[in-house]
T-cell receptor, first 114, second 114 residues
């Protein structure tokens, strides 16, 4: 059973435009959500997170939106840059401590075209 | 400041054999989590070690076992290898006081079972 779902395996966006990556979850006990970015031959790197008490968190070009009633979150990247081309994983956990296991989605491959 | 180090980077084993993968956490981190990432999938949680004990476990058979040493480094052991165990194995370290910046991942060990 996939508790975290990324239904778009790939996304292509023109440089300078907005990239929107979507994620759905089924476990209502999740209260902390994260986005990771992965380049080939490297491990995932933390990008941005949001707790369930918020509906938006912004960090530079990256903004994560959380809609708890819909069990949906999205990552907005604006403006998109060539270095943003990577696989993006949505992830979630129950609780905020490092004791909480992080559950990952299957990823969305983002390609930024010139 | 060294990040998470995993060894070896690549490994080829024969079905039925046993394998040991190693992980050195980021300096200052005391918790190690192991993930399996099959091709085209997101990382799947195997287990987590803290204070030399397995603290949490995902849905993996007992063929998967681990260990954490007093210096916080960790090993993942897989017995009786199956073809389906072929995957990228990721180690992630964290500090047992919060998920503010998520886990720090290593680049992984690519295991191929033939």
């Amino acid at each position: 059973d996939q508790q975290v779902k990324q239904n778009s395996p790939s996304l292509s966006v023109q440089e300078g435009r907005i990239s929107i990556l979507n994620c759905d979850y089924t476990n209502s006990m999740f209260d902390y959500f994260l986005w990771y970015k992965k380049y080939p031959a490297e491990g995932p790197t933390f990008l941005i997170s949001i707790s369930s008490i918020k509906d938006k968190n912004e960090d530079g070009r990256f903004t994560v939106f959380l809609n708890k009633s819909a069990k949906h979150l999205s990552l907005h990247i604006v403006p998109s840059q060539p270095g943003d081309s990577a696989v993006y994983f949505c992830a979630a956990s129950e609780g905020y401590s490092s004791a909480s296991k992080i559950i990952f989605g299957s990823g969305t491959r983002l390609s930024i075209r010139p | 400041d060294a990040g998470v180090t995993q060894s070896p980077t690549h490994l080829i084993k024969t079905r039925g054999q046993q394998v040991t993968l190693r992980c050195s956490p980021k300096s200052g981190h005391d918790t190690v989590s192991w993930y399996q990432q099959a091709l085209g999938q997101g990382p799947q949680f195997i287990f987590q070690y803290y204070e030399e004990e397995e603290r949490q476990r995902g849905n993996f058979p007992d063929r998967f076992s681990g260990h954490q040493f007093p210096n916080y480094s960790s090993e993942l052991n897989v017995n009786a290898l199956l073809l389906g165990d072929s995957a990228l194995y990721l180690c992630a370290s964290s500090l047992a006081r919060g998920l503010d910046y998520g886990y720090t991942f290593g680049s992984g060990t690519r295991l191929t079972v033939v």
